[in-house]
């Protein structure tokens, strides 16, 4: 009963390098989200999946790509870490947009 | 521009009272609204929705309501419990487009 898996937990990366955080669920949700959480700035959203084969940008996608690698799994990458994406990521997943959205527990990320 | 905002970063509640979170949005669009609850080192979960055809939802000790007019939504939890000392946010969107989610508030019961 995993619902959404999110890897790593925490990351250490200085400025410059690049990484993949990767997440999973297996619910057989169609929409995926990726979103960063900010002190005093909510949940903003980075990119989302509608459905497989389909990305989309949200509110933040600037320094970020990602890649719906097939239905269970939706990854966002940094190419050239920045200091200002140090940040709690979380990755969530839904049946459709309009439904209710399970989150995973994170990836606390530090650029040094 | 914040179209969805928790104004009380923080509030604490006796255990057994009645605790009340508020969220105001600007975006008159808005006719989905989503309270979730964040522990400490997890991610957010659902909590309670209200559609805008609605002014109330009810689940337990959780009720949602919503007052379009004033473009206010409120949780109330009754009655309060130690295991409700959480981060709460609510979270709004219309159609098919993103969630909005407000900055969150962190309530406190004490026992």
């Known amino acids: 009963n995993a619902g959404v898996t999110q890897t790593p937990k925490f990351q250490v990366l200085k400025t410059g390098q690049s990484m993949t955080l990767q997440c999973a669920q297996d619910m057989n949700h169609n929409s995926m989200y990726w979103y960063r959480q900010d002190p005093g700035m909510g949940l903003r959203l980075i990119y989302y999946?509608?459905?497989?084969?389909?990305?989309d940008k949200g509110e933040v996608p600037n320094g970020y790509n990602v890649s719906r690698l097939n239905k269970r799994e939706f990854s966002l990458r940094l190419e050239s870490a920045a200091p200002s994406q140090t940040s709690v990521y979380f990755c969530a997943s839904s049946e459709v947009t309009q439904e209710p959205q399970h989150f995973g527990d994170g990836t606390r990320l530090s650029i040094l | 521009d914040q179209q969805v905002k928790q104004n009380s970063p923080s509030l604490s509640v006796q255990e057994g009272r009645i605790s009340i979170l508020n969220c105001d949005y600007t975006n008159s669009m808005f006719d989905y609204f989503l309270w979730y609850k964040k522990y400490p080192a997890e991610g957010p979960t659902f909590l309670i929705s209200i559609s805008s055809i609605k002014d109330k939802n009810e689940d337990g000790r959780f009720t949602v309501f919503l007052n379009k007019s004033a473009k206010h939504l409120s949780l109330h939890i009754v009655p309060s419990q130690p295991g409700d000392s959480a981060v709460y946010f609510c979270?709004?969107?219309?159609?098919?487009?993103?969630?909005?989610f407000g900055t969150g508030t962190r309530l406190t019961i004490i026992p």
């Open positions: 979270a709004a969107k219309f159609g098919n487009e993103k969630l909005t």
């Open positions: 999946s509608a459905s497989e084969g389909t990305t």
